[in-house]
């Protein structure tokens, strides 16, 4: 049971002792990078695809799956997108005792597996819209240091693409990704920062990139997944057109929408304190352990209550452990509270006489639970718990954001900074100099709090043509 | 709407484009064998996977995830194993710019992905039985002719892994897996022969193997899925030992059971008819299609209670598809059952006048359906659909299986072969010889029918030691 290392000051050392300590993930496997989902944290996982899934598709797209190896040929047909990526995909050159004649790329995303297909599919604009997302994953030959979840070389995935009429419907399209990563982020208690990514910094063969960045510990943000604006790039060298009403030939302007595990990395990130992960309920790999106090004299019947209270939970629908192992309840509350589990139930002698048992969220909270109609109070714990969970969230957000006027603000900054910026590249790499990191780029939907608008680019002192943009540490 | 291919005939032509006309897989992918997941067929698998989590995990089986790919090193770790895989995996050799200092594996199956991190997390009696499965896709470098779902090279594949403390607790897990795959057969309305392999057809590295194999047309069978007792073959190589009760260090049993979409094919294979495919209804992609039949004077009231009508049944549950779409009804009715839904419901002026519905599942049958507690007698309907189809299939099933006693009886046989076997691999072989095919095997679950007992090998005639063997052509 050593202490974890200090959240604040030493943040990277805390998030692997964490991540480590509550077994979601093992990486000790063979090949740097590539972990293993243990049975702990494919359960939050599945939660966290569950979440992805339900928003997404409550915007009309469809789960489909492409092959995850693309031939050389496919994958050159972009120019910027193979500039983008060349350096960093795996390659398959040989299958059972022979090279291939043509190699393969294993997916480090799926535009050039997808799009040959997409010109196959559209024919017709009764085709259009389509919409569609797949969960796999992707691999990318990572050279920098690797972190569970965060920065690793085979990647759980979650893209959608989309063919849309024109550059307009396109438009609209982002905007309901938008939407739907909002309705996704409240379930995950996540403020972030919509920001559009300087052109320098966008997806290789997009139009325009729309990031999600959330603040963590000192200047630092994590993109939590993004959203792009291809226009015609794409549907151009893959030939996707259709034929319009009025009879003409068009080619289709696409969009995609990518996420990724790296979302519970920044729930663990974001919610973890110095007891260990703190889930919220929907992502919970178990949103309540029930924990048995035993006595000699009412081990048996604490231990069956015990047992009765998880089914009727479960019957629920609530996902429960129950802790019947040998180990003491003390160890047991360290064990859980390291995992994250939302809410503690207290079984014992004292607490089925009184017809009342003792919950304890993972924000420390006591809270005592009438034992008659018990799945309406865990319930009602479980929302209070996730309010209070988003309340302190965005309190943190809040406090992650400051603005800056000088560029001397910048180095050793201690906050994601709000600035002026004139829109110019060089201002923008003087900036990312400053703040040794990078330029975020433009807000693209409001900021959650008032802000002094800034008057004046921040590298250049010009005052016309200004933007609010917001500079950073990203990990 | 061109007819298809005749199923008694021309099977394969017909399962091909029962498979293309129905929309289930895209097979114009750039690598040969590696097909897409239509928004269609993903659906199917969806439901697919979802039968087979809930009876996994019924029996206390986890879900985790290994990577995708496997070190050289690791791979050739236990020598049997390498040698069934060798010449059928695709290699990875080279990452970005640079060649890999260690070639990767893409995983054909993942037992050397795996024991090597089972031997860290396996220490103790306390940590067994350890039983998690994984739903991946496989790699396989078919060099033989790939149909969709059937045999391809990226495989949806669906992998359990166990430890145990012994042999006959690893014996006991076998059981447990038959169990399970029993349950999910019924779900898909799969009657099959379960079947001990010969040793010469075992999987590679394992102890014994049982596979689950499913008449088709003529005398072809396909495996539907296998589970195999390694005993202590593979944990002696990858060291998975535990300290027993006792103090003891002991290697641990281990058992795998495997999976794959190919149930998609069988249940195609298995169910469809001239008409197209048929599903049961737990794997449907759409359970029920509404199609409103349209007049100029009720247009508007008939479109509107079809949308109802919709929205009622998914409240209930439901997978719906409503077609509403400009087609003539007769050319919606030709598509959905082309597509296999089980139940269509037709929605027009004199249906809602009368307060009944039209329904028409899947075989043909008509039903009228009660508009008041209609989701009630939908799912009446669909319940007596499954029975059906699982009565049809059965007795097909009867039908595909006939004893033979003379080896010349099973020359172009038009059925799968009960016989008398000695146990001798050269009689196997003759038979295999005989039947151009293969020697299933001894049936591990007793067959549901009755059938005359072999008295004497069928090859050799010997009447010692004769047991009941199947065999047939395996797709």
């Keep these: 049971m050593a202490e974890l290392p200090d959240k604040k000051t030493a943040f990277i050392d805390w998030y692997l002792a964490v991540v480590e300590e509550a077994d979601l993930s093992d990486k000790r496997y063979g090949v740097k990078g590539m972990n293993v989902w243990t049975r702990y944290g494919f359960r939050a996982r599945r939660n966290l695809d569950h979440v992805m899934v339900r928003e997404i598709e409550a915007t009309g797209s469809e789960a489909v799956e492409f092959p995850a190896l693309i031939p050389a040929t496919e994958f050159a047909k972009e120019k910027e997108h193979i500039k983008g990526f060349d350096a960093q ?51 990318r030959y990572e050279t920098k240091t690797t972190r569970p979840f965060v920065r690793v070389r085979e990647i759980h995935f979650f893209e959608e693409h989309t063919c849309q009429v024109d550059e307009e419907t396109a438009t609209a399209r982002v905007r309901s ?65 259709y034929e319009a009403a009025d009879g003409e030939e068009r080619y289709v302007h696409q969009t995609t929408f990518g996420l990724s595990e790296r979302l519970l990395g920044a729930i663990v990130g974001a919610h973890g304190d110095a007891r260990g992960a703190v889930f919220p309920s929907e992502v919970a790999p178990f949103e309540v352990v029930i924990v048995p106090i035993l ?93 209070e969970l988003g309340r302190r969230a965005d309190a943190a957000f809040r406090e992650a954001v400051a603005p800056a006027t ?24 003087a900036i990312e100099r400053a703040i040794d990191g990078a330029l975020l780029g433009t807000p693209e939907e409001p900021l959650p709090f008032a802000f002094p608008e800034p008057k004046a680019c921040i590298a250049c002192g010009r005052t016309d043509g200004v933007r609010v943009a917001l500079a950073a540490q990203p990990m």
């Design 177 to 241: 990704n938008l939407a739907a990563f909002r309705r996704m982020a409240r379930s995950f208690a996540l403020p972030y920062l919509s920001v559009r990514r300087p052109e320098w910094d966008k997806f290789a063969g997009a139009h325009y990139t729309i990031a999600f960045d959330l603040p963590l510990a000192g200047a630092r943000t994590l993109q939590l997944g993004s959203v792009h604006h291809y226009r015609d790039n794409f549907s151009r060298p893959y030939g996707i057109r």
């Design 295 to 387: 006595s000699a004299a009412s081990g048996e019947a604490v231990a069956r209550a015990a047992r009765e209270i998880a089914d009727e939970l479960r019957q629920a629908g609530r996902r429960v452990r129950l802790d019947d192992g040998d180990d003491r309840p003390g160890a047991k509350f360290y064990r859980w509270e390291l995992a994250g589990v939302p809410l503690r139930l207290e079984v014992g002698a004292r607490e089925l006489e009184r017809g009342e048992l003792t919950g304890v969220d993972r924000l420390g909270r006591k809270l005592p639970l009438a034992r008659v109609r018990l799945a309406e109070a865990v319930a009602g714990a479980l929302t209070a718990f996730d309010l």
């Design 89 to 139: 995909v795996f390659w398959v050159t040989r299958g059972g005792l022979t090279d291939l004649d043509v190699p393969l790329v294993l997916r480090p995303t799926s535009e050039t597996a997808i799009y040959p297909i997409f010109a196959l599919w559209v024919r017709s604009h009764r085709d259009l819209p389509l919409n569609v997302y797949q969960i796999v994953n992707t691999f």
């Design 406 to 429: 000088q560029l001397s603000e910048l180095a050793g900054s201690e906050r994601v900074r709000l600035l002026g910026w004139c829109g110019e590249e060089a201002c923008g790499h």
